[in-house]
Structure formats: structure tokens, C-alpha cells
């Protein structure tokens, strides 16, 4: 099995930064592309961005501009830094990556638990 564990949510204030971290683990031979994705009270899951495993990275325009995604294929981790926050980035974040688990096998789907980010004064 694969894990996807996020870490680095949190509250900040308006015009505020945060840095989130996705660690992938468990039976992995490659990982394809990894993602965050986030999900607001009341609204459907949306793709924030998305970087392939050669670091093509592909952004929402809401968050183009301010938001970074960057991952270490090493370290099978991906990052996402969050500069210029305002209120309507409040939402839970997920991590997803699609894994392949063995040489030559299918790939998976996996997700992470989420993690808060909260911005407000």
C-alpha cells in the first residue's frame, strides 16, 4: 500500500504564507504526477496544481501568480508554498499522486487525509 501524509496547514492572517508538505511512502517504484488539491465548505474538490514527475507544473488561475508547487522525486515529497493568502484559500488541502507500485505494473490513485488551511483576520 501507499501512504500520502500532509503536514504544514494551518491559520494565517490575510496577505499571510504557508508552506504544505506531502510525503509519499510504502510500496512505490515511480510516481507519476502529484498534486494538491482543495475542497471549501459547501463546494466541489478543485485542482489547485499539478507537477509531473519531469516538473511540468500547471496551476488554477486563482492561485497562479501566488502559489507554488515544487516536489523531490528523492524524497517522493511535494510541496506547495502559498504566498499572498486571502480569505477565499480557506479550504481543506489534499495531496494525490499517482503511483506506480512495481516495473511495468498499472498505476493508482492515492490521497492524502487533508490538512486545514484557514485565512483570517
Known amino acids: 500500500q501507499v501512504q500520502l501524509v500532509e503536514s504544514g496547514g494551518g491559520l494565517v492572517l490575510p496577505g499571510g504564507s504557508l508552506r504544505l508538505s506531502c510525503a509519499a511512502s510504502?510500496?512505490?517504484?515511480?510516481?507519476?504526477?502529484m498534486s494538491w488539491y482543495r475542497q471549501a465548505p459547501g463546494k466541489a474538490r478543485e485542482l489547485v496544481a499539478v507537477?509531473?514527475?519531469?516538473?511540468?507544473?500547471n496551476y488554477a488561475d486563482s492561485v497562479k501568480g501566488r502559489f507554488t508547487i515544487s516536489r523531490d522525486n528523492a524524497k517522493n515529497t511535494v510541496d506547495l508554498e502559498m504566498n499572498s493568502l486571502n480569505p477565499e484559500d480557506t479550504a481543506v488541502y489534499y495531496c494525490y499522486a499517482i503511483v506506480r507500485r512495481e516495473v511495468a505494473g498499472p498505476t493508482y490513485q492515492y490521497w492524502g487525509q487533508g490538512t486545514q488551511v484557514t485565512v483570517s483576520s
Open positions: 507537477i509531473s514527475s519531469g516538473n511540468r507544473t
Open positions: 510504502g510500496s512505490i517504484f515511480s510516481i507519476n504526477s
